[in-house]
């Protein structure tokens, strides 16, 4: 179920994760408009968000342990957030256009989106935390959810 503590690998994850996010807000796609979203699709993403925040900083279970079986979901889990550090790299590099940030990676649709709720939900796993997976099943379906929304009104648009 969890247990209570400072989750350090958790911490990192934050980082990873809005570190790139943070340059993204000076780093917009030229042609960015603001879509209206789904209200459901938006709550959800919010509660998921803190959720996460929540159980990545405050469930010990994410720190490194001895190798075991178990072992195999945090390599998968640093594996989706290689991958997403190299979609954003990929994306800074870029002309930067609305289509570069929707674009899929290595046939993962809306990278941006899928490849960080792969890597929490992959940490949930291995910390086996039903809280984390819990809270990256409400953000995945807000999240990607949204990404998909805006993807599909930028392929009507071109």
Not at 51 to 65: E, G, R
Not at 70 to 89: D, R, T
């Amino acid at each position: 179920m969890g247990h209570f503590g400072f989750s350090y690998m958790g911490l990192i994850y934050l980082i990873l994760l809005f570190l790139p996010n943070l340059l993204w807000t000076r780093n917009k796609p030229e042609d960015y408009e603001p879509l209206s979203e789904s209200r459901v699709l938006l709550a959800l993403e919010r509660v998921g968000q803190v959720c996460v925040t929540c159980c990545a900083v405050f469930f010990s279970d994410f720190n490194l342990k001895p190798w075991s079986p178990w072992s195999i979901w945090l390599l998968a889990s640093m594996l989706c957030m290689l991958l997403y550090e190299l979609w954003w790299v990929r994306y800074f590099r870029s002309a930067k256009t609305q289509r570069d940030f929707y674009r899929s990676l290595l046939g993962v649709p809306v990278a941006g989106a899928t490849l960080p709720v792969v890597a929490f939900f992959c940490l949930g796993m291995y910390g086996r935390v039903i809280w984390m997976m819990l809270a990256v099943l409400i953000l995945g379906v807000g999240h990607i959810g949204i990404h998909l929304q805006h993807r599909r009104c930028l392929e009507k648009a071109l």
